[in-house]
């Protein structure tokens, strides 16, 4: 089974999709079989992190802010805006695609991961995702 | 198929459990097909490296170890322990699942590649990794 | 269904092979499924970026040039070569496999996204990619 779901960002940061994510795997009817996802963006990427406590993804934004930095002479692509490339490099530096088993009808994930949309733009709206479900 | 298994760590550093994964994709009886998986925590990763000379993964270790340093002034997710922050970040640049092709019953890897768990804390002790076996 | 393929490199740099797989994933007969990638190498990578303006793939090399650099004198794993070791970790840094979903027949990548091949080395031949291609 294949589909594609939204995520809204509309700023730079991290957002939690796992809900939407549980709402496809549940009616889907796969009780073990694998949740697979890419994200069809090249500014925006996929990550699974801890969602318990939200400073760790406040500091996980800074950091990589820290890192890939704008206005860095070394851009030469440079039309799309200031935020395109540092968004470039930040989406090869995390993951596009993602491979999430599941287990007696849910996601195996760990009791603090969460799924999550990077959005690496100051101000994108919605990324698309597509989901494929297997056994 | 989907099952779990352990890998003891209990110090930062690449793990290699590619024998107890050879042994899972032996016991599926999968001809052909995907091995996938997943690590069920968010301060520990997957990897897939050189597993021939020693030094090229101690020299991983280190240079990951420089980039992303403990006690950044950057952090205010601390509460948990100084290698807790880093540990998140490390995680997030490299991988949390990963899928390896089944061929002739045997896990696809090339000629000096191992799988392994890259432990990010100092004093972990087991990291849970979740796979699925599909053809 | 299991196969491989082949890209050339020869220098450093991304090289696209979204055609390549596009003839497999077409000649497969699958219409709604996934198609799984890994790279038997761990000096070379995948990753998934923009393909409508070659100036980002650029600034891509040279920014992961200057953080990953040769020569460091943190790595003692320096028989293989300058280029080796700076390699392999960049090699940690992207991907060594990848999910993307099939829908109706065809790769569901976005409208700007390729498949590359990242070569991290500066004489490397050609690169090995099992591709396996699952409903």
Redesign the interface.
């Known amino acids: 089974?294949?589909t594609t779901l939204s995520v809204k960002t509309g700023r730079q940061g991290l957002f939690e999709f796992t809900s939407q994510l549980d709402t496809i795997v549940s009616g889907s009817g796969i009780n073990?079989?694998?949740c697979?996802l890419?994200?069809?963006?090249?500014s925006a990427s996929l990550?699974?992190?801890?969602n318990a406590?939200p400073?760790?993804k406040?500091?996980?934004e800074?950091?990589?802010n820290?890192?890939?930095q704008e206005n860095?002479p070394?851009?030469?692509?440079t039309?799309e805006g200031e935020d395109d490339?540092p968004a470039?490099?930040k989406?090869?530096?995390?993951?596009?695609?993602?491979?999430?088993?599941?287990?007696n009808g849910r996601l195996?994930?760990?009791?603090?991961?969460g799924v999550y949309c990077w959005e690496h733009r100051h101000h994108a709206g919605h990324r698309?995702i597509?989901?494929?479900i297997?056994?």
């Open positions: 089974m294949v073990n079989g694998l697979s890419l994200i069809q963006h090249t990550t699974i992190q801890e406590d400073s760790a406040v500091d996980l800074n950091w990589m820290r890192l890939v860095d070394l851009y030469t692509h039309l490339m470039h490099i989406a090869a530096l995390t993951s596009t695609t993602l491979s999430i088993p599941i287990m195996a994930l760990g009791t603090w991961q698309q597509v989901v494929h297997g056994s």
